[in-house]
């Protein structure tokens, strides 16, 4: 029944954020745009795309070593991209999933192979916190513009409109997270937590191979970079963005596909569109519809092959038992 709900929510949140994006720009000035994309670039971002998964994959396997299992990169692809078809209908439902999937494939514990998806993560988050200060330091002009016109409630104006909020919402999390600090689920939790961070730990500092976890770790970013970047040059608009740009609206994109809507979407455009409005000057229409091309190309990737991967998957398993 929760996992119902889970559904239902991103499902709507989804629809209810395209459906105001839609509200403020015109469908058909955004698709006189998306039409003319040149396809030679968005293919050889999904060519980079399947690259970065396949790498992932390897990662994946180097995690698992440590904790005794070594599973084929066949099977640790096909469960990954099983796991980024199944999070297209249940945010963060396909990390389960391809546990799940690698379980019965080569009988690796869920236990185990979770708490090495809890150490991608983790370092992921680390990469991108890293991306983050880096686009800081290198845009440094362009982010304080940004918070001067905010703080003065010039346009675009959305720190100022915002920030009280988040952080009152912030405050009183806090409060709540003191309050309730010996309460007995939240004690459950956080041992559940702390054991889950000791496994995904030692899965990292047993690594028998670290140079070739830190390159697949960097071969990572760098495609999701040129994922994002090479498909600039897909449309005339965002064609002359610089090589800095590529790192910010990689950041935004992130930011938006960690809202737990439906496979990113409206999310994601809300976020990158914002970026490229924002920092680099585009309109509306224009920043929706390098969203849409972006979003619309690995969505269809990920549908195809993750659900291809899932139909192998199961034949694969039901061969095993």
């Known amino acids: 029944m929760k996992k ?24 058909k000035e955004t698709w006189d745009r998306i039409k ?5 670039w968005i293919l050889l971002a999904l060519g980079i795309s399947i690259l970065s998964h396949l790498s992932r994959a390897r990662r994946w396997n180097l995690l698992m070593e440590p904790l005794g299992y070594k599973p084929s990169l066949r099977n640790t692809f096909l469960a ?5 078809f199944g999070n297209i209908f249940i945010p963060r439902g396909g990390e389960v999933m391809r546990c799940v999937v690698l379980s019965n494939a080569d009988k690796v514990p869920i236990a185990s192979s979770f708490a090495t998806v809890v150490a991608e993560r983790i370092i992921d988050l680390l990469c991108l916190a890293l991306l983050v200060l880096f686009s800081l330091f290198l845009e440094y002009d362009k982010f304080l513009a940004l918070i001067e016109n905010g703080l003065k409630g010039k346009e675009p104006g959305i720190i100022s409109q915002y920030l009280p909020w988040i952080c009152g919402a912030g405050i009183v999390f806090l409060i709540l997270l003191v309050i309730f600090r010996n309460n007995f689920i939240i004690l459950k939790i956080k041992k559940f937590v702390i054991q889950l961070f000791t496994e995904a730990y030692l899965s990292f500092i047993k690594l028998e191979r670290k140079k070739e976890f830190l390159f697949h770790t960097v071969f990572i970013w760098v495609a999701y970079y040129f994922m994002t970047y090479l498909v600039f040059f897909s449309l005339p608009f965002t064609s002359n963005l610089g090589p800095l740009a590529g790192l910010v609206i990689l950041i935004a994109g992130a ?34 519809a390098y969203a849409f091309v972006l979003h619309s190309s690995q969505f269809a990737l990920t549908l195809v092959v993750g659900g291809v991967c899932a139909i192998i998957s199961f034949f694969v398993i039901t061969k095993k038992q």
């Open 4 to 27: 119902s709900y889970q559904i239902i929510f991103s499902l709507v949140l989804a629809a209810a954020m395209i459906a105001a994006i839609f509200y403020f720009v015109d469908p």
């Open 36 to 40: 003319n994309a040149n396809p030679y």
């Open 80 to 84: 990954v991209m099983t796991g980024y």
């Open 255 to 288: 930011i938006g596909m960690s809202v737990p809507a439906s496979g990113g979407a409206g999310s994601f455009h809300f976020f990158v569109a914002l970026g490229l409005t924002m920092f680099y000057g585009l309109s509306q229409n224009d920043g929706i």
